[in-house]
């Protein structure tokens, strides 16, 4: 059974820090990554995604991926109030396979 | 505009009565899903279709139906068979399957009277 791993917090961080949101996964085939911000009440909607060893970056937000070490990680930059919200990390296998998502971290930035 | 539909927003399910909840995508994407969100938990798959009149079971099929006789509609129908169905129901669609990002429709609340 795949599985997919993520601290459900709260995390909290004052504003204008920098969030930093992990996700360890138990497949070492998979293949991509991604992140969701999901506001409470609402869908989930795509921050970014990840196939490669490194970082990507996409404005204030950077993810990182290890696959050696299994864990992808997603750094919020400059935190605002308004990136409150639970953070899933989604994570796919080969093709024919389904995204298996982890259950969350839920972020809460302080102003 | 293009995106994902769902309907309605609130549902409410009485005891032994089969309910179905609407997703319409013009995203023009071949495959699309079906999960369903508990309190405080991830989502869990319950169907995904990657061709019209083709879908699959995902992890948590029992209880459910789905059919896929247009790209754009995939339907899923909540039976009586489900004891517990009051969460948050997701649809979502991507270009193909497999490593396709997958974008969400605004979901489905379902409660059960």
């Known amino acids: 059974q795949k599985e997919v791993e993520q601290n459900s917090g709260p995390l909290s961080v004052p504003e204008g820090a920098i969030a930093s949101l992990n996700c360890t996964y138990s497949d070492r085939g998979s293949q991509s990554f991604f992140w969701y911000r999901q506001y409470s009440g609402k869908s989930p909607e795509l921050i970014m995604f990840?196939?490669?060893?490194g970082d990507k970056e996409d404005g204030r937000f950077t993810a990182q991926l290890n696959k050696a070490s299994q864990y992808v990680s997603l750094l919020i930059r400059d935190s605002q109030p308004s990136d409150s919200a639970t953070y899933l990390c989604?994570?796919?296998?080969?093709?024919?396979?389904?995204?298996?998502f982890g259950p969350g971290t839920r972020l809460s930035v302080l102003p | 505009d293009g995106g994902i539909t769902q309907s309605p927003k609130y549902l409410f399910r009485k005891e032994g009565q089969n309910v179905t909840l609407s997703c319409e995508q013009n995203?023009?994407?071949?495959?699309m899903y079906w999960y369903r969100q508990d309190p405080g938990q991830g989502l869990r798959l319950i169907y995904y279709?990657?061709?019209?009149?083709?879908?699959q079971k995902g992890d948590i099929a029992e209880g459910y139906s789905v059919s896929r006789e247009k790209k754009e509609s995939f339907p899923l129908t909540v039976t009586s068979a489900q004891k517990n169905p009051t969460a948050f129901y997701l649809c979502?669609?991507?270009?193909?399957?497999?490593?396709?990002?997958?974008?969400f429709g605004p979901g489905t609340r379902l409660l059960v009277l």
């Open positions: 989604a994570v796919n296998g080969d093709y024919g396979q389904n995204f298996v």
């Open positions: 990840i196939y490669s060893n």
């Open positions: 995203l023009n994407h071949d495959a």
């Open positions: 279709s990657q061709i019209v009149n083709d879908f």
């Open positions: 979502a669609s991507s270009i193909s399957g497999s490593q396709e990002t997958q974008y």
